[in-house]
């Protein structure tokens, strides 16, 4: 199952918004949902603390900020098997 993360803080209102259009879409994919609250002083907030909300696919693709439906589908279609045409 393929996993995708969501790593949010305190008072980020895109943040909860991306967690309701990315739980829906990891539901419809089948694939496992994360979210992981980042505080001051931890390792990843400091990395992420002006991107925030950042989504994270398990093969290390990422999408953050103002994540747009074009993006957030590219993400997890870049989880998936492209189908057999022959």
């Known amino acids: 199952m393929s996993v995708i993360e969501l790593f949010t803080k305190d008072d980020c209102e895109l943040c909860d918004e991306l967690k309701i259009r990315a739980q829906r879409l ?16 931890d390792p990843l907030f400091d990395k992420y603390k002006h991107t925030f909300p950042v989504l994270k696919a398990e093969n290390g693709r990422e999408v953050s900020g103002k994540v747009t439906d074009n993006d957030l589908w590219a993400l997890f279609l870049s989880l998936t098997t492209p189908p057999r045409l022959y």
């Open 26 to 41: 990891a539901e419809g994919f089948g694939f496992e949902f994360r979210v992981t609250h980042l505080t001051p002083g």
